[in-house]
């Protein structure tokens, strides 16, 4: 809620508001309203003590969205792979039927190599090592 409401233009209104009037009453451009901060140390320091929350908040919004993104990255390869795993279902039934029906075919070449069911488990331990190679600067094999 606080990140909404500090990424919106509501947010920079009130600040060009708050900080403009502070600025000009002052400055002594806006005598209505006595001065209370001649020398602007106040303004800076609020304005100091602000831009370390708001920016511990954008981090923790960060820290969510990463999270939220990790977590969809996983389920898009378990999608992956359980719709690897019903193609090759698919390729070897098929192959199966044309093999039956004596049906020879262009794809008959690939069709060994295509009903080789990928194991989720060799997946995921190739790609958490090529990671792991990549943050180590080796080229995984």
Known sequence: MITRFTG??????????????????????????????????????TASVEAIFLSTFVLISQNRMAVAAAKRADLDLHIGLL???????LVTMVSAITNHLGIATEADAEVDELTQDVSPNVVLDTIEGTDLARSRGTTAR
């Open 8 to 45: 919106s233009m509501a947010f920079v209104v009130l600040h060009v508001l708050v900080f403009g009037l502070w600025t000009l009453v002052n400055a002594g451009l806006l005598p209505v309203l006595p001065r209370w901060d001649a020398s602007f140390v106040i303004l800076g320091t």
């Open 83 to 89: 719709a690897e795993h019903e193609v090759t279902k």
